[in-house]
């Protein structure tokens, strides 16, 4: 089982949480928020935490598990503490203006991702530092 999958996921104060049939329901003080749930992943509530485990024999199933299991701590976490609760769609934005105006490699302005590195290019007063008169 994976490490991450294994973890229950503490329900904080004003945060309720809904589980009917495939589907997790997230509700707190910033949103709503909703997910589908793979059909070889379990999601039950224990003590005020919630529980993943899954009945999947091959690697793809333990994947989609532990996946699971971070989607929905992020949707807590989410749905009470961050200021846009749903952050595929505030990665979504990002990626929609990064297609129309990629970051710009002489002075490095743009949207960047986090631990992203921009390569730099020199720019026309570089070359002609070297060039003869």
Known sequence: MSKIGKAPIKIPEGVTVEISERTV????SKGTLFRKIHPTTKVKIEGGEILV?????????HSIYGTTRALIANMVKGVNSVSGCD???VGQIAANIREVRPPEPYKGKGIKYRDEVI???PGKAAKAVGAPA
Do not use: Q
């Open 25 to 28: 329901t997230v509700a707190g």
């Open 53 to 61: 485990s899954s009945n999947a024999k091959d690697k793809v199933g």
């Open 87 to 89: 952050r595929e769609v």
């Open 119 to 121: 390569r730099r290019k």
